[in-house]
């Protein structure tokens, strides 16, 4: 397969994940909101928000390991790929097993102590809904790996598509066991039910597809921990700034204000971060470009795609930004046929937050495209962190106003601390990456990302 084609494939299935999730999101909402009304619905996202933490568990070896799978594969070590793949899977059971103790603690104090508290959700149905969402999070540490499996194979394409056709097909459970009004339990366990379908179906692929991580049989190499913990640790820290980011809000606002203020922002936080998303998507579809740019010492190239990258970004918030400021309140209450979820102040706040996030993560693609991405990664856990702590005290004292400001604090702090070490990562100087972020067109991107080699892994 083309360079040109591998990419779009990789932009296709992304861009298709994206629409998965802005889909759910859009659909699913206003079914919460009319079977199980706010209040309900933002204790169900409280108690969905604190399994996320769970993903941590197992520091990052996964996304190291794909890493290092690939590299083999594109060395032609397929005992190696092998290996490493397997040793993948011996950690997944390992933290698999962490997570379902965790879990177990979680039940246990939500039993004895009633926190998170939830009154509309009774405490035994609380408790089963975080047992079943651990045991959901536990699922996804082989789905990573297999995930993996794929893009060692040269079908990295393939291997998103799959994973995100599980997330439709548990997002469509959803909807129908909302409609058939059932318990959030019940919610749970038809997810589960898709997913653990799903890697049934993705294993049986993968073993078709790439025959060489299975045949001959090797053992797992159990180094991997030892030999992976510095990138792994790097890589982990996003996942950890991210739950920071997006969850942390969460508990402070159910903490400070109710569920049904929960509720009106994650809607509005909906709403501002679809263009994130498919900006996201894009990223991830340039993120190999650049390496292999920056490898050969196409210094031009890395510099046309990091300015591509930002043009695209400040291109699609802005328009959507403009269309949500002028429409929103009608588009909202078309949208879930209730006009007083729209909050003016709070999606203004949060269309800040989304375009300050979406031009620095342009940038940060570069540094992680190149393996320089530890710095950056400890600077977002660290800031978000501490922003987050900032908005316990903001939002205490000048209730949403004071949140919104420590979030878009965050934001500004990430985009000086990143985009000078993008820019002297690609040999770039502030006045010329402007006019040139100016100057470059989507169309020059593609033809660029078009001319760049690509030589995918063969089986053996």
């Known amino acids: ?53 769970l993903v941590m568990a197992d520091l990052g070896i996964g996304s190291a390991a794909g890493n290092e799978m690939t590299m083999l594969a594109g060395r032609e070590d397929w005992l190696g790929a092998q290996k490493t793949f397997r040793g993948a899977f011996w950690v997944a059971s390992i933290v698999a097993t962490v997570v379902a103790l965790l879990t177990a603690l979680l039940v246990l104090v939500n039993l004895t102590w009633h926190i998170p508290h939830t009154a509309r959700i009774e405490v035994q149905e609380a408790c089963l809904v975080l047992g079943l969402l651990g045991l959901m999070v536990g699922a996804n540490f082989f789905g990573s790996v297999i995930s993996a499996g794929f893009r060692a194979a040269g ?60 045949t001959p049989g090797v053992r797992a190499d159990k180094t991997i921990v030892q030999r992976l913990i510095k990138p792994s640790l790097a890589f982990l820290a996003f996942p950890i700034g991210s739950a920071l980011a997006l969850q942390g809000p969460i508990m402070i606002i159910g903490t400070l204000f109710g569920g049904a203020t929960v509720a009106v922002f994650s809607t509005m936080r909906t709403v501002s971060r679809i263009l ?33 990258s930002w043009g695209i970004a400040l291109a699609l ?62 600077a977002y856990v660290g800031v978000n962190a501490a922003c987050l702590a900032l908005g316990v005290v903001m939002g205490w004292q000048a209730g949403m106003y004071g949140l919104l400001a420590s979030l878009i604090l965050a934001e500004c702090l990430l985009l000086i601390y990143v985009v000078p070490q993008a820019l002297n990562a690609s040999g770039d100087t502030l006045p010329d990456f402007l006019q040139g972020v100016w100057r470059d067109s989507t169309e020059r991107l593609g033809k660029v990302m078009g001319k760049l080699p690509w030589r995918p892994a063969r089986a053996p």
């Open 155 to 214: 079908a990295n394409g393939l291997g998103i598509s799959l994973a995100n056709v599980s997330r439709m097909l548990e997002a469509m459970m959803q909807g129908a066991l909302l409609w058939a009004g059932q318990s959030p339990s019940s919610l749970c366990l038809g997810m589960l039910a898709v997913k653990l379908a799903m890697l049934v179906v993705q294993w049986g692929l993968l073993r078709r597809q790439a025959s060489w991580l299975f």
């Open 1 to 53: 397969m083309s360079a040109s084609k591998r990419i779009l494939s990789a932009l296709a299935a992304n861009v298709f994940g994206q629409g998965v999730s802005i889909g759910s999101q859009i659909l699913l909402t206003p079914l919460f909101f009319l079977h199980w009304g706010a209040e309900k619905y933002g204790e169900w996202l409280l108690l969905s928000s604190i399994p996320a933490y």
């Open 317 to 378: 918030i802005l328009t959507a930004s403009l269309v949500l400021l002028t429409q929103g309140h009608t588009l909202v209450q078309f949208w879930l046929r209730k006009g007083d979820v729209f909050n003016a102040p709070i999606l203004l706040g949060l269309l800040v937050v989304s375009l300050i996030s979406a031009i620095w993560n342009a940038s940060s693609v570069v540094l992680a495209s190149i393996n320089a991405h530890a710095r950056i990664a400890a």
């Open 276 to 308: 994130i998303q498919i900006t996201g998507a894009f990223n991830a579809s340039v993120w190999p470009e650049m390496s292999r740019a920056y490898g050969a010492g196409q210094m031009a190239t890395v510099r046309t795609l990091h300015r591509g």
